[in-house]
Nanobody
Framework: VQLQAFGGGLVQAGVSLRLSCAFS????????LGWFRQAPGKEREFVAG????????GYTDSVKGRFTISRDNAKNTVYLQMDSLKSEDTAVYYC??????????????WGQGTLVTVSS
């Protein structure tokens, strides 16, 4: 499995940004997908996850109501729509994939990360 995340950048607080992650190498629709982030000096943390059939989604508390994860099985792509961005959302964002896992842990495959910087 290969994952390539893109869409990061430097934005001002309050605006929106959408991250995308292209998946290849296996059957996309069989995989649970997630987004994680790692801020400077901090450990990597779970942000959002979506089940293989999009029937379940989950979010860390700090992004609930602001971020939305979605997937397009026809395009083999998972998205993270980020609204009302805050400076504390600044981090490198990673997409991840796995099978037979929970939404928040157990991922086997990781993308290279895309940097999101939110200026206040």
């Amino acid at each position: 499995v290969q994952l390539q995340a893109f869409g990061g950048g430097l934005v001002q607080a309050g605006v929106s940004l959408r991250l995308s992650c292209a998946f290849s190498g296996r059957t996309f629709s069989s995989y649970t997908l997630g987004w994680f982030r790692q801020a400077p000096g901090k450990e990597r943390e779970f942000v959002a996850g979506i089940s293989w059939d999009a029937g379940s989604t989950g979010y860390t508390d700090s992004v609930k109501g602001r971020f939305t994860i979605s997937r397009d099985n026809a395009k083999n792509t998972v998205y993270l729509q980020m609204d009302s961005l805050k400076s504390e959302d600044t981090a490198v964002y990673y997409c991840a994939a796995g099978r037979y896992i929970t939404l928040s842990a157990g991922y086997n495959y990781w993308g290279q990360g895309t940097l999101v910087t939110v200026s206040s």
